[in-house]
Every structure is written in C-alpha cells, then in structure tokens.
C-alpha cells in the first residue's frame, strides 16, 4: 500500500508532522511517484515579498484535506508512492546561486522517475526546474496559469527574475513554443504590445476577461487536445486567482479566475502526461486568514488526482 496521509480521525489535524497533507519525510527520492518539496525564497520578485513563507503554510493548511476526491473519485494516495523531501536549501542572499542550487537539486530528482511537486517561492523558481526537466524529457509543452505572462527581457537590468521566467525558457529550447498555454493574464501593462511578441514564438495567451462568467472545462479539453501525449509541465501561480480569493500574493491583479474556475481548468487537464508541477507566489503575511494557503494546498491536491496513473474509482 503506497504512502497515505495522517487521517484526521487518528490524529487531530493540528497536530502531527509539518509535512504535506501530513505524508510521510523521506530523504532519497528513490521508490517514490510524486516528490514534494519546498522551495522558501522570495529574492526573484519585484513587488511584495514573503513567499519564502509559502511551502510552511502550505504544508500547514495542507492538513486540512482528506486523501480522496469525492467529487471526481480520484485516489491519488492509493495510486502513487509520494512523500515530502522537505525545503531546497537557497542561499537567501543571492538569487542567481539559488537558481543553480534549486537546478542540481533538481538534477538529483531527475536520476528517478518520478513527478516532482513543488511549493514556491516566487516563480523565478521555475527557470531552473524546467532546465531539469528538460534533461530529462527535452523541450516540454507547458501550462501557465498565471496573471502575468513572465516573459520580461529584463527587470532592473536581471535576466533572471520572477518575471522573465519564460522567455528565458523560450531561448534556452526548454519548451515548446506551440505547446505553451498560459491562462488568466490581465492587469496593465508598459506598453500596448507586451503580449504580442511572446505570441509571435508562437504562445497560446488567454487574458482573465475572455473568462469571465464562462466555464473553464472545455479550454482545458482543448489544451489536452493541442498537447497529446508530449510531456508537460503545469506551473500555477496563485495570482491566477482574483485577489477576493487569493489575497495572500506578492502581485495581485484584480479580475482574476475563481476557485471554481481553477478547480474546472485542473480537472479538465486530466489525460496530459504531467511530468513535474509547482504552486508559486504564495505570500502569507498579506492574508491572515490563512485562505491562499489553502487554495493553494487544495490546487495541489487537484493536480494530483489528474497525474499519469491516477486510479479514478
């Protein structure tokens, strides 16, 4: 029987171990399906911080779900063998040696066969990841849910920031350009073209207010559709999300995706070979309720029913 969470009805969900939804630690990846790991930095953004607190509070609001999906029957826990590797150790004073510290890391993973599962941090986390993944699968197509596109030359003369993330990722050939769908971007912008040259490579850009009132399960349909079988990785910025539903986050935009919206978008995506995914750009402080955190812990959890080898009961 592969590794299940603490159950709530043996030991109270304020106690027990900080790990995710209370899974076992492990400190090799080997054997293991799903890896969770933290990555507690917030060096790469450029407006809030305190996203070094994020993977803590997921993990503390994680506690909270229970390991079946009611609503779609999916049974991750019983499907696939995951546990929590704990935080990625960054240099808090450098940004460009963490992003070199967070890719060995990642090349440590990728001797295994397995899906990593990562909570941020800002998303500059995700340029290294993907430099990983892509030893291992090649150029991947990747979904970007997001309310920014993150395709920055350069902020305050940086190449490598929470905001130039993907274009990065574009020159460097670590992902598809025609299999990149990124979800939910508005707000303002500098100039008027700051999409259209990302469009040029050849993105597939959703703004928020083509989405408004709508459901969200045919895009998903059709991003399947469009991607087949090509390994993918998903990359889920909380401030996706209407900050009325996401508050906690370093750079909120408002008119955003619900949670409903997100919860129809992950559920849709079931079928892509899903080879690594992150939750990013969770910031504590700015939501004392403690809701983003558990959005994001939620989101996770519906990411994991829809991986590769999920049983569906």
């Known amino acids: 029987m592969p590794n299940q969470p603490i159950s ?7 106690a027990g171990p900080q790990t995710f939804m209370r899974l076992p630690e492990a400190d090799s990846p080997e054997g293991l399906d799903v890896a969770f790991l933290g990555i507690p930095m917030d060096i790469g953004t450029s407006w809030r911080s305190g996203t070094r607190f994020g993977p803590k509070q997921i993990r503390a609001e994680s506690a909270m ?7 779609t029957g999916a049974a991750p826990f019983d499907s696939l063998q995951m546990a929590d590797m704990g935080d990625v ?3 808090t004073f450098s940004l460009a040696d963490s992003l070199k510290i967070i890719e060995a890391a990642y090349d440590r993973l990728m001797e295994y066969p397995l899906v990593p599962a990562t909570m941020g941090g800002d998303h500059s986390l995700t340029l290294p990841i993907l430099r990983s993944i892509a030893k291992r699968h090649g150029p991947v197509a990747l979904v970007h849910v997001d309310a920014h596109a993150d395709v920055n030359d350069e902020m305050f003369g940086e190449r490598e920031t929470h905001g130039t993330v993907f274009r990065r990722a574009y020159e460097e050939g670590l992902i598809v350009p025609e299999l990149v769908f990124q979800i939910g971007l ?3 912008g500098y100039t008027a073209e700051d999409f259209t040259e990302a469009q040029g490579w050849g993105f597939n850009m959703t703004q928020a207010h083509e989405l408004w009132h709508q459901p969200l399960t045919g895009l998903g349909q059709d991003i399947v ?10 990359t889920y910025d909380i401030d996706s999300l209407d900050p009325a539903y996401a508050p906690g986050t370093g750079t909120p935009e408002i008119g955003g995706l619900t949670t409903p919206q997100a919860m129809q978008l992950i559920r849709a995506l079931r079928g892509l070979s899903i080879v690594g995914f992150d939750m990013v750009e969770v910031s504590p402080m700015y939501d004392t309720s403690g809701n983003t955190a ?13 991986l590769p080898g999920v049983r569906v009961r």
Do not use: W
């Open 186 to 188: 508005r707000g303002t």
């Open 294 to 306: 558990l959005t994001a812990a939620n989101l996770m959890f519906e990411i994991l029913s829809i």
């Open 8 to 14: 709530g009805n043996d030991l109270a969900r304020f």
């Open 65 to 71: 779900i229970r390991p079946y999906n009611i609503q």
């Open 89 to 91: 150790s960054i240099n």
């Open 225 to 234: 559709k469009a991607i087949g079988d090509h390994p993918t990785y998903l």
